[in-house]
Every structure is written in structure tokens, then in C-alpha cells.
């Protein structure tokens, strides 16, 4: 060993103590008859003292390191005349008498501090420095303890980790896979999983029980901030369950989790039906740190005479409490922000409930104070408030209301990021209508099954829309964390919605056939859920991003600047493969 | 909740209990009056009774169900009349007054017993059937609970989990890789890593000083047994190490795991360097459950008129203990078994010990007996021995005698199952002539240091191959079970090596930059090693193919026989690659 202790654990109690630390210089202060260096490992940071009067061949040699030199030091430890109580090493310093430098370090791009002066292209170019910063280690530290409890936890509940296989079959449903040419079997490819779903359901053929596995997959997706291509999931599954025993089980996954890691206690996390979270807050996923639900107008607003309500499929707002005061340039903003084209909508409506009872609104020509009286009271404002009012289209002013909630949530400062509202969000429709190829998907997959009491309605094509899946979100903050459903175990239902999914027999068997086959052989009831490992790890952190989670990340064009992957590969390797690269107009 | 038990946990103490089970029906018995159903799940069996006296319409329900049917029957657990001793349910059964078929089965194509009837292509086609089988599915428990013992002990010395990129950059040295076509950068690719080894460098070079991963690797090479195309392993790396920590930490790891999965207990491994790993057992992963090592006979076989042993750069032989009433029949056997190409001797002498002291070897024309009393003695043989003698070029005589102490270990039963032998072999050379390229390579990587005494040695090229690494294999029972090196971590030194294996500057930036950049910013000295995870599972489990510890293993093409992958992908798919399959000449 080259050291005999770290950098983040000597304190007053070992005074006196001969020992050796190695690290990173983090910086140092020439004071004269003193050199001071800070010595930096992932334990902490420890203070080096080289005195110019007792050993100035010593403290000449410290006063020539670099920043980020490895040094190993050897010393004894002496107390601090100005102590830093801010650390728990701030108490002591190292008298080094013996000094090695290990290796030394060209400058680094950019400081090894908690806010670096590099910015993210260049942060990602040099991540192994990045990594060195304690915010991103602390990261890694983070997924690493979650991952241990998790496994333990699931371990404790006789749950088994099974590694499914990399290199599976391509199926040209659901999002796009990554392939892999076969040398040895030229002309055909493996894919990389999109996730482990099939083979989950077939450890559950095999009587396996209760699965789990944390494991990389992978999607050829465009990317954005919260998308990788490739990301990790927490991947569970298990037999002879409904769907209460799977929320049940994962939500004291989780609870256990905020126990462990934040020291945060919860009562039952709340369910709400896919129509309630639309209805109420316009999304799937909706942010439960605030209230500021949805509050539908039609009643009251329409037939006043101003068109655009009286034309719209929905009128419907929210109240922000204690913003009567907005200004006009406020008011601008929020109807600026509500008219881009992400958002969507064509225009807001205003109604301010003044301290003193009156109203004022962008609609005074159409409302009275008493047409305007009767809104408040549907919102339930009181004087103070504003209410925020959009129409259209239901889906349309749903999603664009809720981002509007989500804006005025963020303005007021309702989205606080050391306060967590997880959920549930249950009742999914089985089944959404595409408009563009006039035909039904699945909503989850198409091994997720329909409430038993929502069967029949299968059997009706004006009522597929209606029927309810046994499908289940996990919801935290507004982020979808994870997700799962019962699935289908019976042969007759199986093939019932295959077909109403449209797929011939052939088709059915073709893209799932060796499932469909393990399932002949008994399978028995079984259902599961994914968590995204990644997200689950920002959402904890209270950050948006997943990057600054996963170790090497790629950017938004699947590119690692690091290694400066992906690149050419030898013309030996195409050889080998059976392939031939197409021309590429560089012109496009 | 289907189930309030599982098949396993019912014991005498349960007498009376009403209970809910679910499992799969293993076999039924009708005795007349009674019909008995063996109900099925992974935790053990328990026997259902249905008597035609009380319940006639339950009982004909259980006579008409199939082997394998899922089923969920409550009842009352009732002690046995006839007891089975050998299971932990054997005696008690549960008197069924609620059956329910959850799901039919059709007829598995082999039974599901510890001794299946399946052949291995079947067993394959049908993993999912086969993984209900007791020794699949109790390998998968091993795999599950080694995994779970490694990381606990890693994570409790302060070694945190990483992961890293699946999707990275290939690089033409080494093995062949499987590579990624990326669609959003036409013509440039992604390989699938062979081990995380730059990434683990680097992040020793981010301060993460004890990092360790269980990371699925790939290699597109052809198959055999204990090869797969995609395989695990337990990488680990640490900083501010020398070579005897890296052993300590491992060996203690193994230690652990051997206690707690096996019940044994160990004293130091042995440590054994490479070059007396070749001369006493002529390979570098030698099985030490049993001595009979190699004696180096040229001193007293030589210079008697023999002209195939006067010729021969290496006599040398093993000496079985008490074979020496060994047959004409079995003599051939062993002279047939080394004539083989894979052993590739031209042939073998032996000499046998009489019991009444004299001597009788198929040599004899040349040597008296007392040469052979000389002999006899260099072995250290005693009356009853039988010595079994090979000879020719040095390399090949020791890699036939190696195979040939093998099998004698075989045919002797001494490599028994139940045995272990674990020990580490170490100074390895650095380099490796090649022949055919006339050049030398790293027995290991690039990255691996030379022992610092040996340093001096790159100076002439006449000494390269004496060099010896500071790079060590863990073997166990005659199997690599993992290997590893300190690297080197000073610049000068490593461009001494680039230059020492042919590479110049511009090729080594090209091949391995992103690493040698990351080294010019502060690298501590770290080392480290990798454990193959699934060979660990089968040596811990006495078994030669890594197959039975993996979930959906491929066969020697490549092939996943279960999915039918690799397969042909769509033409939108190559499309939106931008590559286009070669034609392949099906002649060929």
C-alpha cells in the first residue's frame, strides 16, 4: 500500500499519528515561512504543512507542485493553529516529513472545484477530470448506494437477479433497435434489448417467480436531455400476483429507498386514474409537489358571448394563489410563454380577484363582475388570486395548461427540488388510437392486460378506446420513474388482442412467436414494472438532467467526445462482416 | 395475491392451516380411492391430496389435468400417512377443497426432472422449460447469490460500482469486436467492449480509487464450451496499490466466497510463478489438486543410445503412483490419448516399478536396469509406480505432458469436484514472441508494468523475452478464473513500451489517446484485475461449461436456437443505416 490512511479521515483524535496519504494537490498557499497544500482523495481533503525554518529542502520541492499533481506524503499529525470546522479533517494538518511526487499533471482545462469554471462540451471532453469534482462523484456515490440497497432489499424479498442476454432477436415493433451484424452467421444481425421484457416473461414460464435485474438498454431513439442511448433499468417482475401486489411490493422498494438515502418518511403514495391526471393536471405524469389542479369552465364561462369560448371543446384554468398583483409585463410573459409552439396555445385569459373583491380581466367587454363572481367561486379563489384561463381542443388545452401550471408551479417556487410527491398513476387505456396509420396500438405493449371487469368492451370497436389496462406509473416530482403492468397469461385473450391490434396470425408469430410458444407450455399469471435507473437517481438529487448521473454519458448525437466514439471502423472489419458502407452525400 | 405459501415452507408444525398454493403439476398419482398431485414452484414440492370418498367432483377434476398445468388450490395442510424424509414438505400434504387451473400446459418435450430426458439442442430450444429443472435453476441461484456476496464485500472495503459505456470505440488490438452501426453519425460504428479496461483506467485517473463492476463483455471469436460471444465479468481496479494488495484484497474476496457458499475455509492461496507453473505442470493454470509434476529427466535418460530422447531438447515425465500393474491395453490408450493433435506427442515411454523392484519399460532395449533405477529415483518412484515419459521440443513436450498429467488425474479420480485448489500464479512475462509476425506482443495489454527489477532489461532487445510482468492469474482447479496487473502509470515508461511492441507515436495516440491524454492530468499508480463471473459460477460448482450458469446461453455458432437470433432485419433498418449485406455465395 502506498498509504496508510486517506484523505478524509484523520481528525483531533490522532494527533501525533505517523502516517503516509496519497491524493491529488487540490491547491496550496505559500505564506512566507509556511507552504500549505490542500491533498485531495475521494475521502476528503487534508491539509499539508511544510515549514521553511525546520526542512526548506522540503518546502522548496512543495512550492514547485502543479495543481493536480499525485503526491504521497508521509508526516505526523498536528493540530491546526486556524481551524476549518466546515470539513471534518479541519481540525488537523499533516507535518510532512517525506515527500513523493507519483506522477505530475499538466494543467487541467478547467479548476477541480464544485462549480467549475468548464463548460459542459469541455466537462464531457475531459470527464475523467469532471469525475474528480465532488458534485459528480457524489453522483456516482449516489447510483452506487442505490444500487446495493436495492439489490439487497430485493434479495431480502426472494427476488433472484438474472442477467437476460445483449444480443436478442430485432422486433420491428416498438422504438428502433441498435443491430449487430453476425460475422459468423453473415447477413443477419442481433439487436441490442430494448429492454428485457420477453425475457423476464419467459423466467417467468420458468417458474422463477420473483426476477429483478439492473441492466443496460439500449434505444436508437434522437436524444435529449433525459434520453440516452443507452440507460439503465431497474427491471422487475413476478408470478402469481395482481396488480395491488406489485404496486405494494415496489412502493416499499422505493419508500425504503427515501428512508435510506434521504431520511424521508411517507404514508402510502397516492393513486390517481390516467382520466383523473388528465383531467386534473393535463398529463401522465403530473407534478403533485403543488396543488394548482385544473378547474373546467365550461359551465360557467360559456354563453357570455365571447367566441372563443363558446367555440372550444374545453374552457379550463388554474388559480395562482396570491398573484392578483401580476403586471402587465408578467401577464405578457405568461401569455407569451403559453402561445410557443411546444406549449401550443392560441392565447390566456386573465382574471384578476383584486384585495378589495373586484375583478379585472383580459374579458371584461364579455363578463360581468358577477359572471366573473361566479368563475372565482368554481376555482374557489379568494382576493389576491389569479386565474389563468385557456380553451380549445380538450388534449390541446390540457397539455397546454399544464404547462402553464408547471410555469407558474416553477415562478412561485412550488417545484422544490428537497421536497418529493411520488405517486401513482393507474387505470391506463389499454389501447390509443393513431390517427396517421388509422389503427389502434398498444398503450404499454401488447402483453398487458385489460381490467377483467373492461373485457367485454373488447368486443365492441367503438369501445376499445374505453377499455382500461391493469397498467401502473410510478410518478415522483412530474417524472415518470417507472412503470409496468399485469400482462396477458391466457391464450384466448392473448390472441383477442392481437387481433384487435390488427396483427394476422402470421404477424403475431413472427414477431412474438418463442414468447407466444413458452406461454403454451403454462405460464402463470405474472405482471411487473421498470424503473428507469438513471432518472430514479436524478429525481433522488432533485436535478433534471440524467447525464451528470451516468459515468460516461454520450451527447445529443450519441457521441462520446471523449473517446470519440462512434468512429470508422477497418475496411478488414466491413470484410469480415459482409458489409458495405453506402456512399454518403455530404452535401445533405 | 394468488398464494398465501409457496411450495416449499410447510412443514409438521402447519398441521392444520388453511393454505393457498400455486404451482405447476409435477406428476399426479391415482390410487384408487385417492389421487395425489405433486404441485411445483422454486422453492420445493408439495404433495396435494384429493380423496373421490369426500369430494368425487374434485377429485375427477385433479385425475384429468396434465403435467406441467398451472395451478391454485387451497386447502388444509394434514400430516401424511407414508412420509418422505428426503424433502422438507414430506410430511405433510394439503387435503384440496378449492382447485383452480390458472393454465393448461401442452405435454413438455422432456420431462422436467433432475435427470432430464432432453437432449442438449432440445434442452436449448426449450430453455424456458429447462430453467424449471433443480440444477438449472439452482446454478442461476448460485450465480444470483455469488453476485450478491461480491458486491456486499466489495462495497463494505469502500469499492463502489461503476458503470460504464456499452456502446464505445473500437480498437483493432485485441480480439475481435462486435460492432454497432450508428445511424445518426452514416458510416461510423460503435464496438461492444471486451472488458471495461480503458475505463477503469480512467477512472482511477478520476480519483475513483477502489472501483469495481459486474459488466456483461463481448468477443467475436469462435466458440468452444467455456466460451461464449457475450460473457461477465467481475472487473475491479484500485489506485495507490502494489501488486500484493491487489492479491491480498482478491484473495480475501475468494476466501469469502468460498466460506460462504461452500463451507470451506482456506489458508494462503499458494503463490507460484509462471515459469515453475510451465516447468512442473507445462501450463500456466495448473491443476494442483493433485502433485504429480513434472521431473526433468535429460541429466539420466540421455546418452544411452536412445536416439529420440539424445535428440530431444526435453525428456520428461510424471510418475503415477501405483500404476505400474497397468495393461498392455491401457499403456496403448494413454500412448493413443498423447498421439492425438491436440496433444500432439509423437509418442510415449514408460517405465514400470514392480512391485518385487525390478523394472520393466518399453525402453528397455536401451537402458539397463539400473539406468532405469536412476531413473526411478530423479522421480522419487517407489515399488508399484508407473512413469510415463515424453520428450521432444521444449514447448510442445510440456503442453503434451500437461495434457497427459491430466488425464492420468482423470483416469486416477483425482480431480474430484468436491476439491478445491486455488492458487495464484504471477510473474508473467511482459512480452510474447510471435513467430509469425516476427514481432513481439504484450502477454497481457499494453498497460501492464514490468517488475521494476526488470526494467533495465528493455534496454536490449536480446533480453525482452526474460522480462517478467508485475501481472498475476488466479487459478483454480486447473482454471483461469481471473487475472490482472498493476499498469503503468509514468509517461516515459510507457512510451518505452509502445516503442518495445512496434508502435509508433502516432499509432499508439490513434489506438489508445483518450487514455494516454487522461494519463498527462495526474495518474496514480493503480492495478487491478478481472474475475470471468460465469467460469467463477461453474469451477465453484464443480462443472466444466459455463453454459449451465447462464439464463439463454448461445451455441458454438453464435446462436440463440430459443429466439432464432441472429436473424435477417428489414430493409428500412439497413436503409436508415446506410450499409448495404454483401452477396453471399452460398457455396461456399
Known sequence: MYRTCTCGELNIAHIGKEVTLCGWLQRSRDLGGMTFVDLRDRYGITQLAFNMETNAELCE?????????????????AERSSKNTKIPTGEIEIVVNKLTVLNAAKTPPFTIEDNSDGGDDLRMRYRYLDLRRNPVRKNLELRHNMAILIRNYLNNLNFIEVETPFLIKSTPEGARDFVVPSRMNPGEFYALPQSPQQYKQLLMVSGMDRYFQIVRCFRDED???????????????????????????????????????????FDSFPRMSYADAMKYYGCDKPDTRFEMKFVELNDVAKGKGFGLFDNAALV????????????????????????RPQVGAGGMV???????????????KFYTQDDLKAIADVFGSKPGDLMLVLCGDVEKTQKALCELRLEMGERLGLRDNTKFAPLWVVDFPLLEWDEETQRFYAKHHPFTSPKPEDESLLEDKANWGKIRANAYDMVINGVEVGGGSIRIHDRDLQNKMFHTLGFSDEEAQNQFGFLMNAFEFGAPPHGGLAFGFDRMCAVFSGVDSIRDFIAFPKNNSGRDVMSGSPSPIAQAQLDELNIDLREINKAN
Open 223 to 265: 436524444l435529449r436531455a433525459d434520453r440516452q442511448p443507452e440507460f439503465t433499468q431497474i427491471d422487475c417482475e413476478m408470478s402469481f400476483v395482481e396488480q395491488e401486489d406489485v404496486l405494494n411490493t415496489f412502493e416499499s422498494l422505493v419508500k425504503f429507498l427515501f428512508k435510506e438515502l434521504k431520511g424521508l418518511e
Open 316 to 339: 379550463a384554468g388554474i388559480n395562482a394563489e396570491g398573484c392578483a398583483e401580476y403586471t402587465r409585463k408578467q401577464l405578457d410573459e405568461l401569455t407569451d410563454f403559453v402561445k
Open 350 to 364: 386573465y382574471i384578476k380577484y383584486n384585495a378589495d373583491g373586484s375583478f379585472k380581466s383580459s374579458v371584461d
Open 61 to 77: 520541492k512543495a512550492r514547485k507542485l502543479g495543481r493536480e499533481y499525485v503526491l504521497q506524503v508521509s508526516g505526523v499529525v
